[in-house]
T-cell receptor
C-alpha cells in the first residue's frame, strides 16, 4: 500500500481563522513533506520532517506551522493566512530522508483564503 | 544549485500517436531524475525514476525515459498515447544530499485529441 491520505479535501477559511491540514501514511516511512502548489505551477517544497524532526524549512512564513505528532502523522497548522496563500497543499512521504528516495504524494487539500 | 527545464508548456497529440516530453536538468553530479504525472485537482503519481545504471528506464502505464548525460536530458516517451494520458507532467531532479529535496520543472500540459 503506497497511500498517503490528506484531510480535508477542500477548505475555505477567513484571514482570522485557525485551521489545520492533516496528512497520514501507514507505510512506515520516516520522512514526510509539505508542498504548496499554485495553479498552473509546480509544487514548491515547504517543510521536510525526518524521523519526526523538522529538518528543512524553506523560509516559510510563520503563519504556517508544521507538526509531526508521530511517525505516521503530519499536520500543518494555519493561522492568519492571506488570500495569496490559496493553493493546493500536498503532503508526501518517503522511506528515508535521503536523496533519491521516491516521494509518494497524497491527493492534496485545496485551500481558499477569503 | 539544481534546476529543471521543461521547454514545452503545452503539447497536443492525437490518440494513438507517439509522445515525447522534453526535460533538461542542471546538476553538478549524477542526478536522481523523476517523472511525475498529475491529473486535474489530484496529487502527483510517480511514472518512473533514474538513479544509475541502464539509461533507458521503464515506468508504469507504458512510459519510458532515456537519460542522456551528454545532453543533460531525461525525455519521457510513450509509443501510443491514450486519451486517459491527458494530464500535467512534471520532471524533477533530486539532490544526493540529505533531506531528499526535489526540484520540479514547470510542467508540460498534455492534451490528447480523439
Amino acid at each position: 500500500d503506497t497511500e498517503v491520505t490528506q484531510t480535508p479535501k477542500h477548505l475555505v477559511m477567513g484571514m482570522t481563522n485557525k485551521k489545520s491540514l492533516k496528512c497520514e501514511q501507514h507505510m512506515g516511512h520516516r520522512a514526510m513533506y509539505w508542498y504548496k502548489q499554485k495553479a498552473k505551477k509546480p509544487p514548491e517544497l515547504m517543510f521536510v520532517y525526518s524521523y519526526e524532526k523538522l529538518s528543512i524549512n524553506e523560509s516559510v512564513p510563520s503563519r504556517f506551522s508544521p507538526e509531526c505528532p508521530n511517525s505516521s502523522l503530519l499536520n500543518l497548522h494555519l493561522h492568519a493566512l492571506q488570500p495569496e496563500d490559496s493553493a493546493l497543499y500536498l503532503c508526501a512521504s518517503s522511506q528515508d530522508p535521503v536523496g533519491g528516495e521516491t516521494q509518494y504524494f497524497g491527493p492534496g487539500t485545496r485551500l481558499l483564503v477569503l | 544549485a539544481q534546476s529543471v527545464t521543461q521547454p514545452d508548456i503545452h503539447i497536443t497529440v492525437s490518440e494513438g500517436a507517439s509522445l515525447e516530453l522534453r526535460c533538461n536538468y542542471s546538476y553538478g553530479a549524477t542526478p536522481y531524475l523523476f517523472w511525475y504525472v498529475q491529473s486535474p485537482g489530484q496529487g502527483l503519481q510517480l511514472l518512473l525514476k533514474y538513479f544509475s545504471g541502464d539509461t533507458l528506464v521503464q515506468g508504469i502505464k507504458g512510459f519510458e525515459a532515456e537519460f542522456k548525460r551528454s545532453q543533460s536530458s531525461f525525455n519521457l516517451r510513450k509509443p501510443s498515447v491514450h486519451w486517459s494520458d491527458a494530464a500535467e507532467y512534471f520532471c524533477a531532479v533530486g539532490a544526493q544530499g540529505g533531506g531528499n529535496k526535489l526540484t520540479f520543472g514547470t510542467g508540460t500540459q498534455l492534451k490528447v485529441e480523439l
